[in-house]
């Protein structure tokens, strides 16, 4: 427990109770791909650290549309299951496993009282809260203003910075899931892709072939 919360930038801030209380409070949980971490009608979560695997944070509104918001990949946090400990979150958000992970979760109250008490952990929770307000502007962004060729095209750019692998091995349904459309649209646009010669779509993956010309799309 005390390798993984002193991984968190805060931790050489605490003082010797501090650190022993949320080794007391903390604990690491196990959720299979698919299944739901946190939504609207769940308990009041947390912090959370993600030490294995990656979770997709979406909101659903009441027609039941979806949107992806973001990814919290592995050695990432999030405070947006904390919405009873921090005032300011006033949207409910879902988030599901994307594939088997392991989460390391800081209980709502246990991090309330250590936010309040430790000005470090209050700096680190409201910049956590700033830099995920920039994602979920850049999706939005996304959505209204990026026609789908320009977002797929991210969307496959983004992944490939981040593993620096050209074999995506994602489903269409995925893709579709993160880039806010639909799987049958995904379809069309990644043959279109393959036919421009970009990607080659591949059984259980895509294989990006001109990474530089998907970057200017």
Known sequence: MIKYLSQLSFWNDLDKSEKEFLINNASIRKYEKGSM???????????????????????ISEEGREITLFKINRDEQCVLSASCVISQISFDTHMTAQQDCEVLVIGSSAFQRIMQQNIYVKCFTYELMTKRFSTVMWTMQQILFFKLDQRLASFLVDEYDKTGKTEIYMTQEQIAQHINSAREVVARMLKRFSADGLVELKRGYILLKKVDELREL
Not at 53 to 59: A, D, H, K, L, N
Request: proline share 0%.
């Open 37 to 59: 971490i946190h939504s609207s009608e769940s308990s009041c979560l947390g912090m959370i650290y993600v030490l294995k695997g990656s979770i997709r944070v979406s909101v």
